[in-house]
DNA sequence: TTTGGTTAATAATTCACCGGA
DNA sequence: TCCGGTGAATTATTAACCAAA
């Protein structure tokens, strides 16, 4: 190969070679248990198993480019997968199963360890999420969104306490979403509101 | 700088550098008449100049990724000054208004040539389109895609005649839409229909 | 702080392409 | 000659800045 590393000796996978479902699981335990609910999956229809996914995501707010980037495969086409049912050969959705099978089990994880005093981000490395992958983009769910833009018809400017009080409904909304208790916030990781993150929102909103 | 040039000893611009308004106006002949243009067009309402820009862009479909390049403009930065008149600073909307300029003269000189016998491809080169850009990607006009879309509801697979004969429909349509005559075909450049194009697209559609 | 500018990143879409049957 | 698979490119959109008033 040509040109050095990218930027990335931050990344996970060495971008020129292909996934195996083993990359994907490498060690944790319990991966019994997911082989067979990977192999179970590659056996029932693709299309309910990509809507239970997409589902899945949109739940917690999962970027696609993390399904990508731990899998291997590729955007577009797992985007199509995904969205409109196009066809992928078992190889692939195994790999994709896979990337849901160890991701359930991290995220499950990482409510767990929430309830601790932690930060959301020493929660997810508690949480043994793929230490080098890349750090998700914060983005908002539907329900925060909701509540910010009722908000906003009320006051574009909101001050500081209320900008806070926001925030605290906003995550009580996703932990809702999500199934946890609110105290578990900081099990939401790279989507943890934030009271910048609410001031973005109104000044992005202003424009 | 670190890594050494891309892929692209195929590219116009060093990206790194700033371009300037010479830079897109380099060489050919009247460019006081192009000055003259961009300053007129810097006095007057963005949003108005935005929506003829647009407007032009959209007519002979010409893709945001070649003015991007040859600008040296932040991608959505453009995309949403000229579709939502997002704030733009004078410097920068010069480079956009020059590169405008240049560009209506390359059409028409495109067109101009194609009454030749030459092909596509060659015509592009004669006038004197920037040799070192990259080449656009075909693009399908929306009044080639209504010829299509009708033909798609009395016949799922044309045959290679009825192809044939799409394209030269496709192609009539798209120069009339230019305003130039049918026989100019040839100065569409990347945007010419062939009928392995007509062959995707009904391939794609079937979908 | 807020607005005026500006941008990296994300992801749906668009158009192609390839190996078989 | 078509279809099952796939993918590089394109671009609207999202969530951030940052300088300066």
């Not at 997810?124 to 539907?142: D, I, L, Q, T």
Request: glycine share 6%; net charge positive.
């Amino acid at each position: 190969d040509k040109r050095e590393d990218h930027d990335a000796d931050q990344y996970d996978c060495s971008p020129t070679a292909e996934k195996t479902i083993d990359d994907i699981l490498k060690g944790s335990p319990g991966n019994d248990e997911r082989r067979a609910l990977i192999d179970n999956l590659l056996r029932q229809d693709p299309w309910k198993a990509a809507k239970n996914i997409k589902n899945y995501m949109g739940r917690h707010n999962i970027p696609q480019r993390e399904v990508v980037d731990s899998t291997g495969l590729n955007q577009s086409h797992l985007s199509q997968h995904l969205n409109k049912g196009t066809p992928m050969k078992n190889q692939k959705r195994g790999l994709l199963y896979a990337w849901w099978a160890k991701k359930k089990d991290e995220v499950a994880a990482q409510f767990k360890i929430a309830q601790s005093g932690m930060g959301a981000e020493q929660v997810e490395e508690a949480a043994g999420v793929s230490p080098r992958a890349r750090r998700n983009r914060f983005k908002w769910g539907p329900a925060s969104q909701q509540i910010l833009y009722d908000a906003y018809q009320h006051q574009r400017n909101p001050t500081k306490e209320e900008r806070e009080e926001l925030v605290k409904k906003c995550n009580r909304a996703e932990c809702n979403q999500r199934g946890v208790s609110p105290s578990h916030a900081n099990g939401l990781g790279s989507n943890l509101v934030t009271e910048v993150r609410v001031y973005n929102w109104f000044a992005n909103r202003r424009k």
